[in-house]
Structure formats: structure tokens, C-alpha cells
């Protein structure tokens, strides 16, 4: 009985469909898109007219009407900037509740969404739009691009996604394609994408890491390779660490000097715009010489700067440490050290800078691999990908075979705001794993299940995936049902739940459909944010747990006193009342110390009724689950 | 199909890591779903039931300690819910003692010799366990796994006590 489908109806390739078509690979960037395609086993970007494989992932709408993408859409930027849409990909699958993190940071207006999904909508050229319709409109001019370069339609690709995005993400990138006429063979991971592109390459067999750092993003994964087997092992990172922040210390340097020598500048968003261009031009000539310098025109007054690799370098330590701790981190998580990595690969733009690679080989102690170009090895990868699953390039023993992991936990909310975890990060995909759940009060008929994905011990602090109710369970005492509830995440990363009363089988079909919410910042921030709280959560999950205890033993108390309160005498029976008060009290409180006193004192004046109850149940047949409940305590 | 039986292996707790991942690569490449992209849906369907439950086995046994459990429950050893309380006196003392260590703690070296100690535990707990199963006492692997749980749990525990005593460090350098 499947309760709830985290997926979209209907997209479901047709066996057959499209063959002898051809089918590439797709890096969907957010500031570049590249498409590439592999015949036996070679990859290879398609470029356009001149010669460039990169495609802006920017759309624009003219005001005089029509449609442009790519190098058109961003000279269109400059002339009418609220006609035109850049780094869409940071919308997709996000919900209103995300406005907040991107509001402000984006040029054009975000609006919430309405209807079955709660999408964001961008309000550009007049209309309102999702960002799955503009990435489809990329999409579309991928496809363009490659059935002009291949003279061949083109039906079937290989997408790559950051390994970080969550479900919502995942679903809405599908449907771009689907919106672009494109079937999607399947969604890659990023790293894994590239780490494809390097291993077929090279044939190489060991432990690789691919460090991918972008203009925004970092990502960081560990992959065993071994005879066409890319198997990964753990995975990690932070959607708000990139090469924008090395731009930004620049420019904050370069406004500093100005100031230093006694311009005042307005600085407001034009001046840092202007001061960030530079700042980055600046960056990238560091790549290949020790020392640079510009002009910088602001207010109609010029100033002069210059930068030295040595002055760059330590403005920037801070950034790259935090991406060596991410990496320590899954390394960690895979019980791996430095030491059993063979090679590691290098992609993003980011990682140009000569102290990005630097600090890479000396913590992994070997040279990075830097052979592929950056900004296409990820393309390369899906294009590899998309001929291995369409039956071309090498078959059998010698095919490649993926074996990809869940980025970040799966779980559901337990009694007292506690998460359960069920697929725990870095499982092996696909997977279906399932836990059993019970009953809380006796007699419950209905059980209220909320899906949630992150590290961190309580619901509020995880993001809400899905949330629905399982009715119609028979009733029984407290305890007695066995719920079981089966997590299936499939081989793209997608997840799909369902629920089952196993004492008596009771079915209910209830389907659900993902809630589009937080952003993936929020994702990297959780999953550090575990880290850094472990301690914390530890002592507010014992709290919580503590609560839960001593409510169900109150619970089951009070069952036991509707039914045999006759055995008490009148001042036993208030003593008792005044015992029960106090864990009321205690529970209400925030000391868990205090909540288990309460509930050790309340044990203990009713041990004579337990046992009271015992006698008479050996006349009377036991019978009742809270009747078991109270021994047990009285027993501990 | 136990977990052994599925990826064709010996249901033993000696497991040369080489050989669980040769099974494991060579049944996913038979069952993956990516082999099955152009199937029918009924294809497909077992296709990725085989390869969740090939990943499950695969998990399950690549860990020392949750193979140790899982060959136990095949013997037929009954063991406490995780989570609930343990119900070795002995290991209550043991655990309660050195969780009031690890919470007055207040280094990273305090810490961490606190949980290498407990590592060098669990390697020799592990190391025990070979000849209990071969000699079939099951109340001796019972108390063995409980330890051993135990010593997982306060390794993890040490591991989140010391990101935060680091955490508290790296502030106080910066303040």
C-alpha cells in the first residue's frame, strides 16, 4: 500500500520510447549549462558557431517581444535587466518559505506560489513564470544546440544535479526536461558526473575525491572506483562557499583603498557591482602571475589598485579552510583518512586559484587532477552516463555502473518533536528500508506521519518533506499496533513512502506530493549545523524522550485507575494524585533531572497498586497492555 | 533470503571485506536499475526491488558490528530494542562512570584518549566475539553485543562532546 508518492505521474519513460535516438549529457548549471555526447566511450562538449561549449544559464525576455537564451540573454541583461532571469537554479524546488533567503540577493520579483505545488514564481517580462519553465527553456536550447551540432533529434539525457539538491529539486529539474521534451535517463550526481569523466579516462582503480568548488557551492565526495564500478562512499558540502566570496574580499579591499586615500564613494548597489567585476577580473589574472592591478571608476573617479598573490592569498585561507574541514568531515563519515586517497579531482571554476590547489594536494598529500577542463568535466561525465545507459560504449564486465548514496538523512517525527531517522546519509542507492512505529494511547485509530530529511535531532531544526495521516487503524491498548512504515528512495534520489498496520493489515491509499520548501542552503547549513549542536540536540532529545516516558506511564497509570481505582484505598488513592500532579508539573518544565525524579517518586507509591492489580489479575486474567506498561516500570 | 544468502556469501563473522564487495559489485551489475533503463515496467520494478535489497545486505554486513547483530539475530540471539535501557548491571556501572568522564571532560585531549580508550574496547570486544559464536553461548554474544552497542554509542558521543568543546576553543580564540 503505498501512502504517499514523492513523484510526478506520468514521467515514466515508455520501454523503447526514443530509440535510435541519440541520448547526451547535461551539466544544468547555475551560472553555465554545457551539453556533451559520447560515442564509444570518448565524450565531447558540443560548442556552438564559435567555438564556446558554455551556455549561459540566463533567459531573457525581450520587451519587444520573443525569446533569447544564453550570450543573447545576458547582453540583454545590461539593457533590460527585469526582462532577464540568471541563476534560476537556486529556485528550483523552492517553496515561500525560502523567499527570505533569496530576496534581496536576486534582481526580479519572487513570488510565492499558488495551487497544488508552492513553487516560487518570478514575476519577469510581465508574467508570471516557474522556474521549471525557465529551466526548460535552457533545457530546449541545449537540445537546439545539440541536434543542430549532431544533425540528429535529440529525445533522451543525462542530467547532473548538485549532490546536495533534496527531493523537491531533484523532481522539479525532471520536469523542466519533460517541459523541453526531453526523457530524462536518469539524474547524476555532480561529483559522481565528474569523477565518471576522469575514471573512464584514465582507467584508474582506488579511492579518488572530487573537490567542486563553483562560483556559490562547494561540494565534496569520496568514490571508490574499481573495475567500471564508481561506487560512492560519502558526501558532503555547503551551498554557500564558493569563488563569489573570494570576489567579495577583494572587492571589499579594493572600496577600503579608496576610502584610504580619501575618495568618498556612495556605495551603494552599482558601486559594488562594479567594484565585485573588477575584483574578479583580478582574481583570474592571479590564476597565472604573481601580481595584478586595475582601475577602478566610481562617481566618475578613478583609482588605481594592485594585488599580489601573497596579499590575495590570505583574504581568501579562511574560505578554503572551511572546505578542508568539509572534506575532513566525510572523510570521516566514510572512516577514511588523506592518506587512502589516490587522486583527487578538480572541478568548478573556483578551483583555478593557484591556493585552492595548493591546499587541496597538501591535505590529500598528492597533485590534483586538473587535466579536464573544470567548467565541461561534468557535462563529459553525464555524456558518458547517457551512452552506458542507452546501450553503447562498453557492456558487461567492462561497463561502468554507478553506485550512488543518499546526501542527507530520511526520517520521521516521533512523539515530543524527536526525528527517526530511517535512511540514514550516505546509503547506498536505490534502497527501501522500513521501522516499525506503535500506537501511543490506547484506542488510537489514527497516526499522524510527517516525513522529514536532515541531520538534526529535532523536527523544527530538519526540513519538511511531506506530512499525512494514516487512518482507519483498529483500536487497540497502547502499543499493541505495529505500523510499519517503508522509506523507498530510487536510484535518482527520489523517495517514496508507505505505510502499513501489520497486526491486521489494514490498507489505505493516501498519496501526497513533495512539499516544495527550503532552500539547499538550508540543507548544508543543517547538516553543520548537526555537528556543531550534537551536544545541545543530545540534551534536548533526552528531555524530549523524558517527557514521553513519563506522559505514557501517566497515560497508563490513568487507564489503570479508571479500571481498578477500587483497590486504592481514599488516602493511597490521593497520595497518588498529588505523586501524578508533580510529573504533570515536571513535564511542563525544563528539567529533565526533575521530570525523572517526579516520575521515580510516582513509580514508586504505585507499586503496591501494581502489585494490588497483579494479584487480582492472576484471577481475573491479565489482560490490557497498560497493565504490562505498569510492571514493567514498577520492575525496573 | 538472509542477508548472507543474497550476496552468495558464508553466514560467518569473519568477512574479508575484498570478497563482500566482489559479490556486492557483481550482483549490482546484474541488478541495478540503470541496466534496465529500456525494460518494461514490470522488469524494472523487480529490478530495483533486487538492487534495494542488495544494498540492505550490503550495508548491513560491511560493518563489523552491525554484521555481528545481524548474525546473531540469525542464531537466534534475542536482543533489547535499540534505546531502550540496558539491563546489564555490570554495564550500567561501566556506562554510567564513563559518561560522567566524558561530560567533565573539558579538553579535546581529555576527550579523545577518552574515546581511544573506548575504541581499544570495542577492537578487543570484537575480537572476542569469533569464538562465543563458535561456541554457541548465546548469553555471552548477548552481553558481548550490548557492550559493544554501548561502546558505538559513547564513541559517537565523544565524537559530538569534542566538536563542541573545539567549537567553544575556536570562539574563545577569536573573542
Known amino acids: 500500500m503505498t501512502l504517499l508518492e514523492i513523484y510526478e505521474p506520468g514521467e515514466t519513460p515508455l520501454p523503447h520510447a526514443g530509440e535510435g535516438t541519440l541520448a547526451v549529457g547535461i551539466d544544468l548549471g547555475t551560472t553555465n549549462s554545457v551539453v556533451a555526447i559520447a560515442r564509444e566511450g570518448v565524450p565531447a562538449a558540443l560548442h556552438d558557431e564559435t567555438g564556446k561549449a ?12 520573443g525569446l533569447v537564451v544564453g550570450e543573447e540573454a545576458r547582453l540583454l541583461m545590461a539593457r533590460e535587466p527585469r526582462n532577464v532571469v540568471a541563476s534560476v537554479k537556486r529556485l528550483m524546488g523552492r517553496g515561500a518559505s525560502d523567499l527570505h533567503t533569496v530576496a534581496g540577493v536576486l534582481p526580479y520579483e519572487v513570488e510565492p506560489g499558488t495551487g497544488q505545488t508552492d513553487m516560487v514564481k518570478l514575476r519577469i517580462g510581465g508574467k508570471a513564470r516557474s522556474p521549471v519553465e525557465i529551466s526548460a527553456e535552457i533545457l530546449k536550447a541545449l537540445r537546439a544546440r545539440a541536434e543542430a551540432a549532431l544533425e540528429k533529434p535529440v529525445e533522451r539525457a543525462v542530467i547532473t544535479v548538485p549532490a546536495y539538491f533534496d527531493d523537491a529539486a531533484r523532481t522539479a529539474t525532471r520536469d523542466a526536461a519533460r517541459v523541453a521534451g526531453l526523457e530524462v535517463l536518469r539524474l547524476v550526481n555532480e561529483p559522481t558526473a565528474a569523477a565518471l569523466a576522469y575514471g573512464l579516462d584514465k582507467g584508474s582503480e582506488g579511492l579518488y575525491a572530487v573537490y567542486d568548488l563553483g562560483g556559490g557551492t562547494f561540494d565534496f565526495s569520496l568514490l571508490r572506483l574499481e573495475k567500471g564500478v564508481f561506487q560512492v562512499l560519502a558526501t558532503g558540502g555547503d551551498t554557500a562557499l564558493g569563488g563569489d566570496d573570494f570576489d567579495r574580499a577583494i572587492a571589499e579591499r579594493l572600496l577600503a583603498e579608496r576610502k584610504r586615500d580619501g575618495l568618498k564613494d556612495l556605495v551603494d548597489e552599482g558601486a559594488v557591482k562594479n567594484a565585485l567585476a573588477l575584483a574578479r577580473q583580478m ?27 601573497g596579499e590575495f592569498e590570505p583574504m581568501i585561507a579562511a574560505h578554503i579552510e572551511r572546505t578542508l574541514e568539509i572534506a575532513r568531515h566525510v572523510l570521516a563519515d566514510a572512516g577514511m583518512t588523506a592518506d587512502d586517497i589516490q587522486g583527487v579531482v578538480l572541478v568548478g571554476g573556483s578551483t583555478r586559484v593557484p591556493l585552492v590547489r595548493a591546499e587541496v594536494a597538501g591535505m590529500i598529500g598528492k597533485p590534483a587532477l586538473t587535466d579536464i577542463d573544470p567548467d565541461e568535466v561534468v557535462a563529459l561525465g553525464a555524456a558518458l552516463q547517457a551512452e552506458a545507459l542507452t546501450g553503447g560504449g562498453p557492456q558487461g564486465e567492462e561497463g561502468t555502473l554507478l553506485l550512488d548514496v543518499t546526501p542527507l538523512s530520511l526520517g520521521l517525527e516521533t512523539m515530543g518533536g524527536l526525528v527517526e531517522k530511517v535512511v540514514p546519509r550516505n546509503t547506498p542507492i536505490p534502497v527501501q528500508l522500513a521501522q516499525e512505529f506503535t500506537t501511543y494511547q490506547d484506542g488510537q485509530t489514527a ?30 491498548t497502547a502499543g499493541a499496533a505495529r505500523i ?19 497486526t491486521t493489515g489494514v490498507a489505505q491509499r493516501i498519496e501526497g506530493r513533495p512539499s516544495y520548501g527550503r532552500s539547499q542552503d538550508d540543507m548544508a547549513d543543517m547538516l553543520y549545523d548537526s555537528l556543531d549542536n550534537a551536544e545541545a540536540d543530545m540534551t534536548r532529545r533526552l528531555l524530549a524522550e523524558a517527557r514521553v516516558e513519563a506522559r505514557r506511564n501517566l497515560l497508563a497509570l490513568e487507564a ?30 525544563e528539567g529533565r533531572d526533575e521530570i525523572n525524579a517526579a516520575a521515580e517518586a510516582l513509580d514508586a507509591l504505585s507499586k503496591p497498586f501494581a502489585e494490588r492489580r497483579m494479584d487480582r489479575g492472576i484471577r481475573e486474567a491479565l489482560s490490557g497492555l497498560s497493565m504490562t506498561d505498569l510492571q514493567e516500570r514498577v520492575g525496573e | 533470503m538472509d542477508h548472507f544468502a543474497r550476496l552468495g556469501l558464508p553466514a560467518a563473522l569473519d568477512l574479508e571485506p575484498a570478497a563482500l564487495d566482489k559479490a556486492y559489485f557483481t550482483l549490482q551489475r546484474q541488478w541495478h536499475p540503470d541496466r534496465f533503463v529500456a525494460k518494461p515496467p514490470e522488469q524494472r520494478a523487480k529490478a530495483s526491488t533486487e538492487a534495494a535489497a542488495l544494498n540492505d545486505a550490503y ?19 534475542e536482543m533489547p530494542a535499540d534505546g531502550k535501557t540496558i539491563d546489564d548491571p555490570d554495564l550500567l556501572v561501566e556506562a554510567m562512570d564513563a559518561r560522567e568522564e566524558l561530560h567533565e571532560a573539558s579538553s579535546v585531549a581529555e576527550v579523545d584518549a577518552l574515546a581511544s580508550f573506548a575504541r581499544e574496547d570495542l577492537q578487543k570486544a570484537l575480537a572476542g566475539l569469533p569464538s562465543l ?8 554474544i548477548r552481553k558481548t553485543l550490548l ?28 573573542a
Not at chain 1, 586595475?294 to 594592485?306: I, Y
Not at chain 1, 479500571?563 to 518544565?589: M, N, P, Q
Not at chain 2, 558505538?152 to 577569536?174: H, P
Open chain 1, 484 to 502: 510499519r512504515i517503508t522509506f523507498a528512495v530510487d536510484a535518482d534520489g527520489r523517495l517514496t513512502v508507505s505505510a502499513e498496520e501489520r
Open chain 1, 560 to 589: 489503570a485507575l479508571d479500571k481498578d481505582g477500587g483497590l486504592l484505598s481514599s488516602e493511597e488513592r490521593a497520595a497518588l494524585d498529588v505523586a501524578r500532579a508533580r510529573v504533570e508539573a515536571a513535564i511542563a518544565g
Open chain 1, 283 to 309: 582574481k583570474e589574472q592571479l590564476s597565472d602571475r604573481d601580481r595584478t592591478s586595475g582601475r577602478l571608476e566610481l562617481g566618475g573617479k578613478p583609482s588605481f589598485h594592485a594585488l599580489a598573490s
Open chain 2, 147 to 174: 557492550r559493544l552497542r554501548y561502546l558505538d554509542k559513547f564513541a559517537e558521543e565523544a565524537r559530538s562532546r569534542r566538536a563542541n568543546l573545539a567549537n567553544l576553543t575556536d570562539k574563545r580564540g577569536k
Open chain 1, 54 to 65: 558554455l551556455v549561459p544559464s540566463v533567459v531573457g525576455y525581450p520587451s519587444a517581444g
Open chain 2, 59 to 77: 550495508r548491513t554486513l560491511k560493518d563489523p558490528l552491525s554484521r555481528a547483530f545481524y548474525l546473531a539475530s540469525l542464531k537466534g540471539v
Open chain 2, 133 to 140: 559464536f563458535l561456541a554457541n553461548d548465546k548469553a555471552a
Open chain 1, 447 to 476: 497516526m499522524a506521519i510527517h516525513v522529514v530529511q536532515g541531520e538534526r535531532e529535532m523536527v523544527d531544526d530538519c526540513r519538511s518533506l511531506a506530512r499525512f495521516e494514516l487512518t482507519g487503524i483498529p483500536p487497540m
